[in-house]
């Protein structure tokens, strides 16, 4: 950081004043600063420093060119582009929104999709429900801000809902200045006690911020101020772009100014601005259509804008702007309707019955078992090995995940009643990295169980494929058919309209044919079909995002192809920001060092395979989950790169 001249006329020097004077000096120095008190009250604060986070919302990193994003692409080359960035699974906005606010995994903030199921959680944290709040035990989407602000008052999580504080809070706590900006649901989990809710650790007295989302705004005489956000109209060809920029106005007129006037005071300031794009254009719209470049488009501009406001405040000397996405992206290839399949198969009762709870979130599906109908591990293990084998035996099967078979015992209220003998391997215990249903991994393989959500985990996570290496051709556009996986793993065609709402239009001609296509599973989102976008899974176009920073505390024209992802993000704005990041509590990540102006790392890297196979009729079905891995002295870093499945002819 430069320091700061303040003064030109000369001051006495120590050599023009008398011996005895000095002395004097050198004592009451010596004393105050002993005291820890400063030598001059009224001196000027240095001034703090400014960070700027700005999501594009499932933002691909090849989507980023000299042509589409002609200010992103020039950010990324001036700055740090960071080439081998990783989102964690599941790829979806709510789960990584909660890592990059936190720096820790999924398993740590308890978030698993944006549909979730938070009963058993309340169940183990004994939270007594009263009449009117039935809705908590249904499974619930996050992306709603006051949604998630019911959940973490005092009646249900009492601060703790995403189990650790976030560096907004941190940033309050420190004094500094917190700006939060943009989509509803996955801005709140920056600071889940913006709307007067209890903190985690203890209540924030800093009350310098705002917070606008599409849903919410703090504190309440803001709104009075501000128009309202646009919403989207039929006429708008990308989704949300109206309330995108709407918001990037708030940033710039708003946030930076503010920020800047508590930097100037010698408090940090954080601005988060989350847009909705391209995410939204791309899963109504699909991928590569003139919708999505148009998306594209505004968020560049939204971008310059920002890039503009901070030239024009004369902060960008003090300013870092890191541009990050949630997860990437790839084009639904067909459906699969998990719970109708496992109905058709008799291992669901019906469709509306909760002995087997199917959370569809796209890419992956939750999947809970009552524990009233399968009170035995042996019941639970019959139940999940049946939807195990169901899945693996089809073509749409990407990785499936469950505890580990210490885990399970861990959890059987009475593991002798049963007299059931489980079949394992004997040396499978706690963290075990395959599960105890033959053929899947465990959660821990990929971060997805920790202490804060032991005893809720769902019972089974069930991944799709995707297809890294074909492209959507003859899946995007209103003319090209919907396709969905029948009951006995047929695959039926039809009518593909892309339209789930009035509001929102059919999607256009492909533009551009985008490589990565996946199985979904939608459940009850109206129109998301063949040929939108979709994420959430464990493949590689979905698990690479984009992720570049430019400002004073990054290298200049510098590409980081050391492994990084969101679970990097929260330490290394921390250090950025010179706050408090070496306690275990404030991040998980790594501080992404040799990206960083005069620091330097030395790792070793290395890519590693876990693999799971069993025989399938006369089938070798075989997952693999691919790591890479950075070691810098005793600690270990590994990134989820993707997941191939195979299914390969058994010959004796």
């Not at 020097?13 to 010596?30: H, Q």
């Not at 249900?156 to 649901?185: M, P």
């Not at 009075?224 to 039929?234: E, G, K």
């Not at 079949?423 to 899947?440: F, H, M, N, V, Y």
Request: glycine residues 10%; neutral net charge.
């Amino acid at each position: 950081m430069k320091s700061t001249s303040f003064a030109n006329s000369r001051r006495p020097a120590l050599a023009d004043l008398p011996r005895s004077l000095v002395r004097r000096l050198g004592l009451l120095l010596g004393f105050t600063v002993a005291l820890g008190c400063p030598v001059n009250a009224q001196a000027p604060h240095r001034p703090a420093r400014i960070f700027v986070l700005m999501v594009w919302d499932g933002l691909r990193p090849d989507f980023v060119t000299a042509e589409r994003t002609p200010n992103l692409f020039a950010m990324e080359n001036e700055g740090v582009r960071f080439a081998r960035h990783h989102a964690v699974y599941p790829t979806i906005t709510m789960v990584n929104a909660a890592t990059l606010a936190t720096g820790t995994p999924p398993g740590g903030t308890t978030i698993l999709g944006d549909e979730v199921y938070l009963a058993p959680r309340l169940s183990a944290m004994k939270v007594a429900l009263g009449p009117d709040d039935s809705w908590a035990n249904q499974p619930i989407n996050l992306e709603n801000s006051v949604t998630l602000a019911k959940l973490n008052g005092p009646k249900f999580f009492n601060g703790a809902l995403f189990g650790t504080e976030s560096l907004g809070q941190q940033v309050r706590r420190a004094g500094g200045y917190l700006a939060i900006v943009g989509k509803k649901g996955p801005t709140f989990t920056f600071d889940d006690s913006l709307t007067g809710d209890p903190a985690l650790r203890a209540p924030i007295a800093a009350n310098d911020f705002i917070f606008v989302s599409d849903d919410l705004v703090a504190p309440p005489t803001l709104e009075s101020q501000l128009a309202p956000v646009p919403r989207p109209t039929a006429s708008e060809s990308a989704v949300y772009g109206a309330s995108d920029s709407y918001f990037a106005r708030v940033v710039t007129e708003r946030a930076l100014p503010r920020a800047k006037a508590a930097a100037l005071g010698g408090h940090p300031a954080l601005v988060v601005f989350w847009q909705h794009n391209p995410d939204a254009t791309q899963h109504h719209r699909g991928l590569g259509t003139r919708a999505n470049l148009d998306a594209l488009k505004i968020c560049d501009a939204n971008l310059a804008g920002i890039r503009h406001a901070i030239a024009t405040l004369g902060i960008a000397d003090r300013t870092d702007l890191m541009v990050v996405s949630d997860h990437g992206f790839a084009t639904i290839r067909a459906l699969v309707p998990l719970a109708r399949l496992l109905v058709a198969n008799g291992i669901k009762k019906s469709a509306a019955s909760d002995d087997v709870l199917v959370l569809a979130n796209g890419g992956t599906d939750l999947i809970y078992l009552s524990r009233a109908a399968f009170p035995t591990m042996e019941a639970r293990r019959a139940v999940l090995q049946k939807i195990t084998d169901l899945a693996e035996s089809q073509p749409w099967s990407g990785p499936i995940f469950a505890r580990s078979i210490g885990e399970e015992r861990a959890l059987d209220s009475s593991p002798a009643s049963s007299g059931a003998k489980i079949e394992a391997p004997s040396d499978q215990g706690l963290g075990a990295r395959t599960g105890w249903i033959k053929g899947t991994f465990g959660f821990d393989a990929v971060g997805i169980i920790g202490r804060d959500n032991y005893l809720s985990a769902p019972d089974l996570v069930v991944s799709f494929r995707e297809l890294p290496d074909a492209d959507n051709r003859g899946l995007t556009g209103s003319a090209e058919p919907a396709h969905v996986v029948g009951d006995h793993g047929n695959r039926s065609g039809g009518a593909n309209s892309h339209s789930d709402s009035p509001t929102v239009s059919p999607a256009g001609r492909l533009v551009v044919p985008v490589k990565g296509v996946m199985y979904a599973d939608t459940g009850g989102w109206g129109g998301f079909t063949t040929g939108l976008g979709m994420h959430a899974a464990a493949g590689a176009r979905e698990l690479h995002n984009f992720c570049a920073a430019v400002g004073p505390d990054f290298r200049r024209h510098f590409v980081d192809h050391y492994p990084s992802g969101n679970l990097d993000v929260r330490a290394t704005i921390a250090r950025a920001m010179g706050l408090t990041s070496g306690d275990a509590a404030s991040s998980a990540g790594r501080t992404l060092d040799e990206a960083m102006a005069g620091h330097q790392l030395h790792p070793t890297t290395n890519k590693s395979r876990l693999s799971v196979s069993r025989m399938l009729s006369a089938t070798e079905a075989t997952t693999t989950l691919d790591f890479s891995t950075l070691n810098a002295g005793p600690r270990r870093w590994s990134y989820l790169d993707g997941a191939e499945y195979r299914q390969t002819p058994f010959t004796k």
